[in-house]
């Protein structure tokens, strides 16, 4: 078995850009180099015309129209200009005015990139209510339902997970804040390029996406607005020359832009094929590891969830030892490192998992190159450094005897 290493199983955190999307983007970097602000001479017409068709390309994978896109630097702003600049515009009372401005809901597993404005915007006088999901990780339009006020103003609940790929229940809650009248967003950068996605069908108001993790470049993404039915209006975050239709002053990175529209166009085109043939491989790695090891979990519903990606928790291995052992494999861990320490991942956390299970967790998420020789790599590795582990784990003994390790007293002193 010969594969190349180090190898990379950590495509939810980025994924390498296509070399179609580096081809794409090449000439407007030095021929092409126009800023498409520029309406009075050929070069700006030139990078307005490759601006357009991406629009059109990023609009074409969602089913939107292309006055709807608005070009950013990714999804953590998009998160940031939909629900910001979508509370502080349909506002029930003005900042300062002493009266409850509105209410707002979300889940407590969203990522940071949603959560932080959320919180900001309480700071601002807003309120929010934070759904906690089941064990499964998933959001119903129940339990959006059963949260929703009369002054709601913003529903903001992702698509995917981002570390268990467990997928919400998105057009129903969309349906439920259009008769509701309430303004709906959804973070889909996991989503979007790996699903099929209609924002009309399947009643978004709002959405975010990212070029970085469908194989085109970083530092761009867009934020669908719709333009009827309702047309959703958002206050800027930044003002100035008022490009994307005031939404996003800026002038447009352009290479960028074609870098994102070439890879939407080339996600509609293998998507479908992509995810049936990371599917069967995220199967062979998800089930290889279940049947040969005992005392481990698949976490987030069983079904319900993305092709290309597993989150699995290990008991009795310590969860830095075991990312050790497998450092030929980039995979990412059930630990965030913060200042001071290693803390259990949240999302783990919010599904009830315990703080010793959330750290011996690895999400492993597939990308178009995996190849099974890797898959079939990534096994013998991760099923052996467990294996390797536990043979020096008293705790496992005494688990493998019949003790119950949760009812131990251990003795202080
Ligand atoms: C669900 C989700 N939302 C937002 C982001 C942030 O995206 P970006 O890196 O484009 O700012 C990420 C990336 O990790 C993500 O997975």
């Known amino acids: 078995m010969s594969v190349k290493l180090p190898m990379y199983l950590d495509h939810a955190a980025t994924t390498p850009c296509d070399p179609r999307v580096v081809e794409a983007m090449l000439p407007y970097f030095t021929e092409t180099f126009g800023n498409p602000g520029s309406r009075n001479h050929c070069f700006g017409w030139a990078a307005e015309e490759a601006v357009d068709q991406a629009r059109r390309q990023v609009a074409s994978l969602i089913g939107a129209d292309r006055k709807e896109v608005i070009f950013t630097s990714g999804s953590t702003e998009s998160n940031n200009l939909a629900i910001k600049g979508g509370a502080r515009m349909y506002e029930l009372a003005p900042a300062g005015s002493g009266k409850p401005r509105g ?3 979300t889940g407590n597993i ?3 990139a949603v959560l932080d404005p959320c919180k900001r915007l309480e700071k601002e ?3 929010v209510t934070y759904l906690e999901p089941g064990p499964d990780g998933i959001f119903t339009a129940e339990m959006v339902k059963g949260a929703m006020r009369d002054d709601t103003i913003l529903v903001t609940i992702m698509w995917a997970n981002n570390e268990i790929g467990t997928i919400n229940e998105i057009p129903e809650i969309g349906k439920l804040c259009h008769e ?4 709906f967003h959804t973070d889909a950068t996991q989503w979007v390029g790996k699903m099929p996605t209609n924002v009309i069908e399947d009643n978004v108001d709002l959405l975010s996406l990212s070029g970085h993790k469908i194989y085109g470049p970083k530092g761009v993404g867009a934020l669908y607005v719709r333009r009827r039915k309702p047309r959703v209006r958002l206050i800027a975050l930044q003002e100035g020359g008022g ?3 005031g939404f996003r002053s800026g002038t447009l990175n352009v290479t960028g832009i074609v870098g994102l529209g070439k890879a939407c166009e080339l996600c509609a085109q293998e998507m479908d094929a992509d995810r049936e043939r990371l599917g069967k491989l995220r199967d062979k790695l998800e089930n290889a590891i279940t049947s040969r090891l005992d005392t481990v979990q698949v976490n987030g519903h069983p079904e319900r969830r993305l ?3 597993t989150n699995i928790s290990f008991g009795f291995v310590e969860g830095e030892s075991l990312m050790m052992a497998c450092k030929d494999i980039a995979m990412s861990s059930g ?4 200042s001071a ?5 949240y999302v783990l956390k919010g599904l009830g998992i315990g703080d010793d299970l959330a750290h011996s967790s690895l999400r492993l998420s597939l990308g178009r190159w995996t190849t099974e020789e890797e898959i079939d790599f990534a096994i013998e590795t991760i099923v052996g450094a467990v294996e390797k582990l536990r043979m020096l784990s008293p705790l496992y003994d005494m688990h493998k005897e019949g003790i119950d390790i949760t009812k131990i007293e251990w003795a202080a002193h």
């Open 243 to 245: 490009q994307e239709r």
């Open 307 to 309: 092709a290309h990606m």
């Open 180 to 183: 509701r009248k309430v303004l």
């Open 341 to 345: 320490s290693l803390e259990p991942s």
């Open 335 to 338: 630990s965030a490192c913060t």
């Open 110 to 112: 969203e990522h940071k």
């Open 125 to 127: 006088g807003f309120e």
């Open 103 to 105: 209410h707002i809901i």
